[in-house]
């Protein structure tokens, strides 16, 4: 299969913006040259990420109880620790999430990026994005008996995705879709990091990716963003290098039954930009037909410390875009234009460097070092 995704930058999901018409707007005039596809922003009550689903999708269920409200002197959390807890009722085995309003939101934006285009703000190319929440992230309140409530909540909602998916399609034509599968609480739960979970956190990663991304019909683009969150930190949790996510990416793309069109894989603290060994797993990286995108671009050093990590990060792999190390729309400095604006500048100014180094000073390097083996 020829590859279908091929651009250098790849936009996470959120961005600094008020609404979807500025979100797309903005991101049409900074980016609609460098992307493949346009996400709407995630603007609003999207702006928390899966705080959307506790709050508009497990809270109003009647078969969910509320253990536990958020201690925030604000009323909205600030930190992992601060979310609403959430059970199954007592007596209950089963429960049904009626409709997904994510997806009712994905159909709204969609008509607001038909009109843009059709009025040329869009260029032709890109696609509109929509990034959904896996399992493990969007049911990550289920904390007060998590071994007992989360397979209830899981199983229903992979019954909404299945049932939501057509209604997308329904509105959206596939050839002018792509689906982004977006994990942060699944690569944590992994690690063990999440004191509330319990063993069993490989196949609560692998067995949605077996069943619901072969529900997603060919024509439409398909990704995986593997990430570690940033709720409040960058990153909440970092890893001593990217090993899982590469076990988890090439599993995906084994194993999701359809094509995978592009993979993006988060980069570490500023401070290691230059340390091999926590990017040296992507020598096993099996990507198959899919584009990389190496999360690399961080708020807190702009072109330098890009420079740093694409020339370290090109050791280990020959061919990769980059992007935020995640969404950045709860990131917009001082103002939110200036913070897109800024994000276009150091791509630009960067991916000729990329191209210099995976072509030129990166084979030289390799041949003097036996492509990184046994460094320290």
């Not at 009712?104 to 990026?113: E, G, K, L, M, T």
């Not at 596939?174 to 699944?186: C, G, N, V």
Request: a negative charge; glycine letters at 10%; aromatic letters at 10%.
């Amino acid at each position: 299969m020829v590859r279908r995704v091929s651009s250098e930058l790849l936009l996470v999901g959120s961005l600094p913006s008020d609404s979807t018409e500025a979100a797309l707007r903005a991101a049409a005039g900074f980016f609609g040259d460098m992307v493949f596809a346009l996400p709407d922003g995630e603007t609003g009550p999207r702006a928390g990420w899966v705080s959307y689903e506790r709050e508009k999708l497990v809270r109003p269920n009647e078969g969910v109880a509320t253990v536990a409200e958020t201690e925030s002197p604000t009323g909205l959390p600030r930190h992992a620790y601060e979310t609403p807890v959430f059970g199954i009722k007592p007596g209950v085995s089963q429960i049904r999430f009626g409709s997904w309003p994510r997806i009712d939101d994905a159909i709204s934006s969609y008509a607001v990026f038909a009109a843009l285009r059709a009025e040329g703000v869009i260029p032709a190319g890109p696609r509109f994005q929509v990034g959904l929440p896996f399992p493990s992230s969007a049911l990550n309140g289920f904390k007060a008996d998590f071994a007992r409530d989360y397979p209830v909540a899981e199983r229903a909602f992979e019954d909404l995705v299945a049932r939501e998916l057509p209604r997308l399609l329904a509105a959206i034509p596939a050839a002018d879709l792509a689906i982004q599968w977006d994990m942060a609480y699944e690569t944590q739960d992994i690690e063990g990091v999440l004191a509330w979970t319990c063993e069993g956190a490989w196949e609560r990663f692998a067995g949605p990716v077996t069943r619901l991304t072969r529900l997603i019909p060919p024509e439409v683009l398909v990704g995986y963003h593997l990430c570690y969150g940033t709720f409040p930190e960058w990153p909440m949790y970092e890893p001593r290098d990217m090993g899982l996510m590469v076990r988890m990416a090439n599993f995906a793309v084994a194993s999701s039954g359809r094509p995978v069109d592009w993979l993006h894989l988060t980069g570490p603290r500023y401070l290691r930009s230059e340390d091999r060994s926590f990017f040296r797993p992507l020598v096993d990286l099996e990507p198959g037909d899919a584009r990389v995108y190496l999360g690399i671009v961080l708020p807190v050093d702009a072109v330098p410390g890009l420079r740093r990590r694409v020339a370290t990060a090109s050791r280990y792999i020959d061919d990769f875009g980059v992007a935020m190390y995640c969404g950045f729309g709860r990131q917009p400095g001082v103002d939110g234009t200036e913070t897109m604006r800024e994000h276009a500048r150091v791509v630009r100014e960067v991916r000729l460097s990329l191209q210099r180094l995976v072509r030129g000073q990166v084979q030289h390097d390799r041949d003097h070092d036996g492509q990184g083996a046994g460094e320290p």
